[in-house]
């Protein structure tokens, strides 16, 4: 679509900019302020790099980097192909569709930390149905003791919860396919996998790349989920990113250090969210192009 | 059977060409009533993934805390409704809900009000800074909550708003606004530009038009803009938590209560779980229809 140029539309923009300002801005220069001075009662001093130095060295940062990086491709690796074959299974209407449709969605809607609560009760060796069972089964399932234990259940965990956003954009997504193409696919006879690859899976690929930013960005802020259900442990197994930086922050009052992490933190995201919007503009641009070329 | 039939058809037919062809299609549709079967059975296999740790959570709330520790049983064996009528009845708990409900409810209020025009702007107009702008709005989807933490709490406090209902529903703007402008963007987007310029032509003026005409052509993005503001509002724990004391406190801070040194208070716990899933389960039924068409964000 051709945009007409107004500035004006700057007035449209402003009271949402004012506060999006107020809770983004002001905390985030607080945020900048603390990383470069060393605060000590009511007097402060200017350190310079000093905190971003030593947080670069912190070998609980590096380790609860490294964790993250591992948690976040692995939930991507299994969510994003899980979703989309639960989207290609789920009933296209009647009132199967909806009652399917509002299963599906539920984990969605659980506070974070309930969802924790939920699957510490479900994974007790004592009380829950899934601890109790693997039990049974004779293996000596622990997520206290044992840090295999608590990262599988945290992915499964992960799996329960978001899954679901996957699989309802690809659902949502796959509805806005024209039924001509199937026929077009039928009278062909191309067989199930060529129609998912040349009709399904191009047609995804818009909902998918807002699914997979969408689960990344989550996934790197995951904090009341495994810290309800292992608390982090066993040691620091299942500690990510997030929680590393509350427990500085909070625990042990560690302004400077904890704001160097903060932003730190925040420029990794910031590199990443910078990756897929390049992809996500790029791909408008080419679809765009593609639009005019056909008209 | 199916045979019987066959010939009866091949009987009935002249022209063998028709008999193959719809031979043909009932073997295909065979093939497809198979593969309907195959589906529903894995689509079945992941629904109950999904709900039993919901049923246990259920199963959990309707024991008693000595039948929970005591004896492990798919079902309540003696049950009772005590943690629901704890909860229910005292003030100190279901504060809590009535809490939570609030600030969700501003936060969705005040995130819509602000993205409507926001979104339009960046549909329709190129501006000094559209592109710059838009971006950093995506950034803030992407902040970490946990790395504002501790300025928030200082912020709020020395505004005076630490422990108000207003102070979550600002906080959780950080990240719900932009969603809101980025979801909504995408719907008017989807809307052709000939429909505001017929609108002026027929003597609309910009507000008339957005409220009358505009706005109800995107109801089924508003719908879904409004259930992701809800979800990430609602299921947001650390902000919440932080920035309220006891008159503001979500249920999510007040579940914590149920562990003391005594142990924990499995029964409540789940109880008060099983109710935080209940406003969501109404949400989802209120926007069914539009989530098929709607999740894909205006972007197929």
Redesign the interface.
Known sequence: ??????????F??L???V??A???I???M??VNYSVQDILGRSAFFVGSEWFVQTLNDSRLQSALMRQFAFSFTILAIQVPLGI??AL???KKGWQ??A???????????????VG???Q??TRG?????G?GIRQLGYPYNITRNATDAWVTIIIMDV?HWT?LIA??C???L??IPEAYYQAARIDRASKWAVFRYIQLP?LT??LV?GVLLRF?HS??I??EPFVLTGGGPGSSTTF???T??TM??GQQD?GP?AAF?II??LI??A???VF?VTIMNMQKDKAENNAGGA | MSQSTITNTQARSEAPEVTSSSGLTRAVSRQKGESVGR?RF??SI??L??????Y??IN?SLKSNRE??SV?S?WPQALTFDSYIKILTDPSWYMGYVNSLTYVAMNMT?SI???L??A?????????G?KH?F?W????????????????F??YYTVGLFDTHIAVA??H??FN??LA?WILEGFM?SVP?EVDETAYIDGYSFPAFFIKIFIPMIRSGIGVTLFFL??FS?????LARTLTATNAQP??AI?TRTSTASGVD?ST??A??VL??V???L???FV??H???????G??
């Not at chain 2, 960046?122 to 000094?128: A, E, V």
């Not at chain 2, 709005?137 to 928030?152: D, G, H, I, R, S």
Request: proline residues 7%; aromatic residues 16%.
């Open positions: 679509m051709n945009k007409v140029e107004n500035n004006k539309a700057w449209l923009v009271p949402m900019l506060l999006v107020f809770s983004a002001i905390p985030l607080t945020v074959a639960i299974l789920m009933p569709a909806s399917v449709l509002i299963l599906i969605t539920l984990p969605l809607l659980v506070p974070w930390n309930v609560s939920m699957w009760i479900f004592d009380i829950g149905l899934m109790y329960w679901p309802l954009l659902y949502s997504g509805r806005a047609k818009n909902v807002i960005m790197f802020m904090y009341a990113l997030s929680q930086l509350a922050a909070i302004l904890s903060s933190y925040f995201i910031l990443v969210s910078y919007y | 589906n894995l689509l992941y629904l993934f999904t709900l039993l740790p919901i246990w959570l959990m929970i520790l492990f798919l005040i009000l602000v993205a025009p926001a339009y702007a960046f549909s329709r107009f190129k501006f000094i559209d702008l971006f709005l995506l950034t803030n989807l992407m902040a970490p909550p946990a790395v504002f933490l501790l300025p928030y200082q912020l600002l906080a703007c950080l606004i932009p402008v987007s530009k809800f979800m609602w299921v947001e724990l650390l249920i999510g579940m499995w716990l789940a008060a779980g935080t899933i406003p969501g389960i949400v989802v039924y069914r229809n989530i098929a068409k709607g999740f894909a964000l972007r197929t």
